[in-house]
Antibody, heavy 114, light 112 residues
Framework: EVQPVESGENLVQPGGSLRLSCVAS????????MGWIRQAPGKGLEWVAS????????NYVDSVKGRFTISRDNAKNSLYLQMSSLRDEDTAVYYC???????WGQGTLVTVSS | DVVMTQSPLSLPVTLGQPASISCRSS???????????LNWFQQRPGQSPRRLIY???NRDSGVPDRFSGSGSGTDFTLKISRVEAEDVGVYYC?????????FGQGTKVEIK
């Protein structure tokens, strides 16, 4: 079963914005909750956001509420994370994952630095 | 938020010997639907995390049967019956009962 695939490496200045994408294949994307998890360099894991199958329900960890927006396009098998007002502490590898962590993508590094 | 506390944080083991990791939650992980959403993940060096165990005791497809999960309520354990070289990495417990879903700090398993 193929896992979600995130796009690229990303460098952005503090206060800036960035959109991450994750394209899923090998499963019926529209049937599953999806989420984003991050891991700061050398640190543990933090579940950042989740979104219901039809996008009608979204959950965020407090540290990103009001700054990050999770969304999806089921026609394109794609999951997104719009990040704004980025801070140094948002520097991390961001993974997309299915449901409660059934399968994970390979991760994309986001670096927030001036 | 539910705090997940793992111990030990470092676990040197001899090849072929058993290993055990404890995970305790700050509140019960029994969901209103009756399930206990406690997962275990393995993260090998340089790789993405991989789920090993879901809902306390269920092994994911392809996971060797030397891995087993047990526990209930707030107290959970991951056991490796006989450690192999490929088991080196960091192991995380994670609760997906209460939002925000939270992880333990991780336990680094290395070979003595």
């Amino acid at each position: 079963e193929v896992q979600p695939v995130e796009s690229g490496e990303n460098l952005v200045q503090p206060g800036g914005s960035l959109r991450l994408s994750c394209v899923a294949s090998g499963f019926t994307f529209s049937n599953f909750w999806m989420g984003w998890i991050r891991q700061a360099p050398g640190k543990g894991l933090e579940w950042v956001a989740s979104i219901k199958q039809d996008g009608s329900e979204k959950n965020y960890v407090d540290s990103v509420k009001g700054r990050f927006t999770i969304s999806r396009d089921n026609a394109k098998n794609s999951l997104y994370l719009q990040m704004s007002s980025l801070r140094d502490e948002d520097t991390a590898v961001y993974y997309c994952a299915r449901k409660r962590g059934e399968t994970w993508g390979q991760g994309t590094l986001v670096t927030v630095s001036s | 938020d539910v705090v997940m506390t793992q111990s030990p944080l470092s676990l040197p083991v001899t090849l072929g010997q058993p290993a055990s990791i404890s995970c305790r939650s700050s509140q019960s992980l029994v969901h209103s639907d009756g399930n206990t959403y406690l997962n275990w993940f393995q993260q090998r060096p340089g790789q993405s995390p991989r789920r090993l165990i879901y809902k306390v005791t269920n092994r994911d497809s392809g996971v060797p049967d030397r891995f087993s999960g047990s526990g209930s309520g707030t107290d959970f354990t991951l056991k490796i019956s006989r450690v192999e070289a490929e088991d080196v990495g960091v192991y995380y417990c994670m609760q997906a009962t209460h939002w925000p879903w939270t992880f333990g700090q991780g336990t680094k398993v290395e070979i003595k």
